[in-house]
């Protein structure tokens, strides 16, 4: 037999339908085509497959050993072919079991993936999610090649074939042990610079938005700590009289635990936006238009 890559697969449905039908011109009006084709798309087979594959016998066309042998894989291969098409086509989430990849880098994990799981298992009880740390300069890539399908950060410059749609704006806290000896009803600018600081971060070296918006008035604080979560930097805020940045949200996320308070930034910091990126190839897909919906519901 030829190559797959040589072989015309719509010739697999007139074989299916001559094989159930028993006969070319039957097998024609079950196609909706003209006999003349149906028998050419015969003549195709035959010499694909190098055998005759049906044998005349009155009215009907009977099948080879060969053509018995055949039609199990591919009345299979045709329905697989079916069940893919309408997956493509249709999503429903109902009944579906797939699994959707998230990118997300760790400081986006905490506050967005468990109310994701949670609002998603209600309405898709067997879709599958995974989320995946991924690199900066790779997020297209992975994009385009279906290693993400889509993913959740911060802003990034335009990049050709890559869709986003900014998801929510955040503002900045700062936490402190409950009953913190240098802190009042209000936390003030000297007493933050007083104070030394935990500073979350997976990089080793580099610093954060706040440190940029105190360099530009002239001003720096004391980073005692350098941690790569923001949980462990939660957990030694508690312990300790240190004190912590990081976005509201992401503190709401740990509020109730080890037993630290909030209070407001006394810093002017643009907010923090999550964004929600995609590539363009995969803008029409039912599966991934109903996910990003899902986000837009709970990441807002």
């Known amino acids: 037999m030829r190559r ?15 094989y159930s039908e028993g006969g070319v011109s039957r097998a024609a009006r079950h196609l909706n085509l003209s006999q003349p084709a149906v028998s050419h798309s015969l003549a195709r087979l035959r010499e694909a497959f190098n055998d005759e594959l049906f044998i005349r016998e009155g009215n009907n066309l ?32 109902a009944t579906s079991n797939r699994l959707f990849r998230v990118g997300m880098r760790l400081s986006g994990e905490a506050p967005n993936f468990a109310s994701l799981v949670t609002h998603m298992r209600e309405a898709a009880p067997e879709v599958r999610l995974t989320s995946a740390h991924f690199a900066r300069q790779d997020l297209t890539n992975l994009l385009a090649n279906g290693d993400l399908d889509l993913a959740i950060d911060v802003a990034h410059k335009e990049r050709a074939g890559l869709k986003r749609e900014l998801l929510r704006h955040d503002s900045f806290v700062v936490a402190a042990r409950k009953g913190h000896p240098a802190i009042g009803e209000t936390l003030t600018l000297d007493t933050y610079l007083k104070l030394e600081h935990v500073f979350a971060s997976p990089r080793s070296v580099g610093l954060g938005h706040e440190d940029a918006a105190l360099s530009r008035i002239g001003r720096e604080r004391k980073i005692a700590v350098r941690c790569q979560n923001a949980m462990s930097a939660w957990q030694i805020v508690s312990r300790t009289d240190m004190i912590l940045t990081l976005s ?9 635990l080890e ?5 407001e930034l ?7 936006e999550a964004y929600m990126y995609w590539h363009e190839a995969t803008e029409a897909d039912p599966g ?5 919906e899902q986000i837009r ?3 807002n």
């Not at 006394?266 to 923090?272: D, V």
């Not at 991934?288 to 990003?292: A, S």
Request: aromatic share 10%; net charge negative; glycine share 6%.
């Open 4 to 18: 797959i890559a040589q072989f015309d697969l719509n010739l697999l449905e007139t074989f299916e339908a001559i």
């Open 62 to 93: 009977v099948p080879t050993a060969m053509a018995r042998d055949i039609i199990g894989p591919i009345r299979e291969a045709l329905r697989n072919f079916g069940f893919a098409l309408a997956s493509a086509m249709h999503f429903d989430p």
């Open 248 to 256: 509201r949200r992401y503190a709401e996320t740990f509020q109730g």
């Open 259 to 263: 037993g630290n308070e909030l209070h």
């Open 266 to 272: 006394p810093l002017s910091l643009p907010s923090a």
């Open 288 to 292: 991934l238009i109903w996910l990003r």
């Open 297 to 299: 519901t709970v990441i």
